[in-house]
């Protein structure tokens, strides 16, 4: 339910799309996610700081997945 809502946003909806990624990851982060985003879980994924997911980006983290800082 939270990719969907987080898919569906637009590129306005900053907050909302902070709130969405902070409840799918567990923690609050920086990172830019351009949807469409894919993933299994989503708490299974550390992020380091300015982090940038482009579009259709997929993470399959059905183990944990972690991704440095400053990377695209």
Same mark, same amino acid.
């Given at each position: 339910? #939270? *990719? /969907?809502? *987080? $898919?569906?946003?637009?590129?306005?909806?900053?907050?909302?799309?902070?709130? *969405?990624?902070?409840?799918?990851?567990?923690?609050? !982060?920086?990172? &830019?996610?351009? %949807? %469409?985003? &894919?993933?299994?879980?989503?708490? $299974?994924?550390?992020?380091? !700081? $300015?982090?940038? &997911?482009?579009?259709?980006?997929? #993470?399959?983290?059905?183990? /944990?997945?972690?991704?440095?800082?400053?990377?695209?």
């Amino acid at each position: 339910d #939270i *990719l /969907l809502q *987080l $898919n569906q946003t637009r590129e306005v909806e900053v907050e909302k799309r902070r709130q *969405l990624v902070r409840q799918m990851l567990g923690y609050d !982060s920086d990172v &830019f996610i351009q %949807p %469409p985003f &894919f993933c299994d879980y989503g708490t $299974n994924i550390r992020l380091g !700081s $300015n982090v940038y &997911f482009n579009y259709n980006c997929v #993470i399959l983290d059905v183990a /944990l997945v972690t991704i440095g800082d400053r990377t695209m």
